[in-house]
């Protein structure tokens, strides 16, 4: 009998084998890769927006010639050359948002706000600080059915005193 050419069965089954197991390797890195890219679009998306809103009462408070933080400083009135200015959280699309009285949201309905507070207090040199401080989420966390690599939360606070004395 001449020798035969060829793999054997044991051969082939392990070879088999050996690249389904790199294959299964290479994908599941391929997916751990845009999972995270995903998370990092969410992180910055509220990172943005959370900079932004928290720039916008800032500058207003900043300029502003009075601020009132209401009894439970749920809501912030300030008194501008402009006329009054206010902000509070306001719900569009079932998702709460921070709200201006001019009718524009300063967050998208992309993030939620959460525990939106404001502090008002007299400064040293007869000026008032305003203390502002909230959460923006986006996405859910597991124990509402999310997956926790899709739920981003991130804290913004700022104090700012007015100018005008």
């Known amino acids: 009998m001449g020798k035969i050419n060829g793999f054997s069965l044991i051969e082939t089954l392990v070879s088999v084998s050996i690249m389904a197991l790199l294959s299964l390797t290479l994908i599941a890195i391929f997916l751990a890769t845009i999972k995270?890219?995903?998370?990092?679009?969410?992180?910055?998306?509220?990172h943005q927006q959370g900079d932004f809103a928290l720039s916008v009462m800032s500058k207003t408070a900043r300029n502003s010639q009075t601020a009132d933080c209401g009894e439970e400083?749920?809501?912030?009135?300030?008194?501008?050359?402009?006329?009054?200015?206010?902000?509070?959280?306001?719900?569009?699309?079932?998702?709460?948002?921070?709200a201006s009285n001019s009718g524009e949201f300063l967050t998208s309905n992309l993030v939620n706000v959460?525990?939106?507070?404001?502090?008002?207090?007299g400064g040293d040199l007869g000026n008032q600080v305003v203390t502002i401080s909230f959460d923006l989420?986006?996405?859910?966390?597991?124990?509402?059915?999310?997956?926790?690599?899709?739920?981003?939360?991130q804290n913004f606070a700022t104090s700012v005193s007015t100018r005008r004395y």
């Open 36 to 46: 995270g890219g995903i998370k990092a679009q969410k992180v910055q998306m509220v």
């Open 137 to 153: 989420v986006a996405g859910y966390p597991a124990s509402y059915g999310g997956q926790a690599q899709d739920w981003v939360r």
């Open 114 to 121: 959460e525990d939106l507070s404001f502090i008002c207090h």
């Open 73 to 98: 400083g749920t809501y912030l009135l300030l008194k501008t050359d402009l006329g009054n200015v206010a902000y509070s959280v306001g719900s569009d699309e079932s998702v709460d948002r921070i």
